[in-house]
């Protein structure tokens, strides 16, 4: 994996995780926040072929 697919793939786990715990502390501004994230980096994954497809569907259920 490149350094790019290295890069997005750790942000969108990263902003997964953010929006969990801002569901979990009940803060909508940040779980907002975090949806929009979450949707921009999967933009860019499209954009530039990149598979998100792989493991990412399991955190987002328990999000």
Known sequence: MNEFMTTLHL???D???S???ARDV???DLVVA???EIEDLVEIAARH???IDCGYRELAHAA
């Open 26 to 28: 009940g803060d909508r």
């Open 19 to 21: 929006l969990r715990r």
């Open 34 to 36: 975090q949806a929009g």
């Open 49 to 51: 072929g990149v598979d």
């Open 15 to 17: 902003a997964l995780e």
């Open 11 to 13: 942000r969108i786990y």
